[in-house]
């Protein structure tokens, strides 16, 4: 089964950086997307960007473009999200979101349904 567990949530003042980390064990397909998403209070939860295991192909978020960057280290089967610039709006539970793949050139996308394992989250707040 597979398992995801984010880390490093926490406080940070706008305009400040901090960098996720999702790290999964139990893969059986060599084909894979890792997606990052977050839920605001009172709101529904929003794609942020997401990473293919194939060619490394990355797709992101319109709110997130230019900020947010996704990297991996295959040796920690770990997945990063680093965010820069945060802004109060970016306040949420972040969540790392896994789903096969079936080709190596396979792409990923930021759609919630697509996913079917999902982790605990972490909670990301921005505040002075």
């Known amino acids: 089964q597979l398992q995801l567990v984010e880390s490093g949530g926490g406080l940070v003042q706008p305009g400040g950086s901090l960098r996720l980390s999702c790290t999964a064990s139990?893969?059986?397909?060599?084909?894979?997307?890792i997606g990052w998403f977050r839920q605001a209070p009172g709101k529904g939860r929003e794609g942020v960007g997401c990473?293919?295991?194939?060619?490394?192909?990355?797709n992101y978020g319109d709110s997130v473009k230019g900020r947010f960057t996704i990297s991996r280290d295959n040796a920690k089967n770990t997945v990063y999200l680093q965010m820069n610039s945060l802004q109060p709006e970016d306040t949420a539970v972040y969540y790392c979101?896994?789903?096969?793949?079936w080709g190596r050139g396979d792409t990923c996308d930021t759609w919630v349904a697509s996913y079917n394992f999902w982790g605990q989250g972490t909670q990301v707040t921005v505040s002075s």
């Open positions: 979101a896994a789903r096969q793949l």
């Open positions: 139990g893969f059986t397909s060599d084909y894979y997307a």
């Open positions: 990473l293919s295991s194939g060619y490394g192909y990355r």
